[in-house]
């Protein structure tokens, strides 16, 4: 079983920051990728960013250069560093676990609002 709790979503004026985490606990395996994606009103999810244990990250071109993420491997958890926060920002961020052993596996978070005002 695997639960994945985020936090540090909230209400910030445009070119603002937040700080969103992601902290996964139960049973994870050494191998795996954290993701954080958001969905907006009438939206498909979409990814913003993921990282894997080995450290290699990808980033959406709407990301690139203002977002970061980052991991604390040692707490399972991984952070979502925002920069230059823009209305169009405004969405749901969850967390995505994927796992490999034994075949693909995903768990996701229950999302953490972000709202950015103009």
């Known amino acids: 079983q695997v639960q994945l709790v985020e936090s540090g979503g909230g209400l910030v004026q445009a070119g603002g920051s937040l700080r969103l985490s992601c902290a996964a606990s139960?049973?994870?395996?050494?191998?795996?990728?954290l993701v954080w994606y958001r969905q907006a009103p009438g939206k498909q999810r979409e990814l913003v960013a993921s990282?894997?244990?080995?450290?290699?990250?990808n980033y959406a071109d709407s990301a690139k250069g203002r977002f970061t993420i980052y991991r604390d491997n040692a707490k399972n958890t991984v952070y979502l560093q925002t920069n230059s926060l823009k209305p169009e920002d405004t969405a749901v961020y969850y967390c995505?676990?994927?796992?490999?052993?034994?075949?693909?596996?995903?768990?996701w978070g229950q999302g953490t609002q972000v709202t950015v005002s103009t």
């Open positions: 139960g049973s994870i395996d050494s191998i795996n990728s």
């Open positions: 990282m894997s244990s080995s450290g290699f990250t």
């Open positions: 995505n676990l994927r796992q490999y052993k034994l075949g693909v596996r995903d768990y």
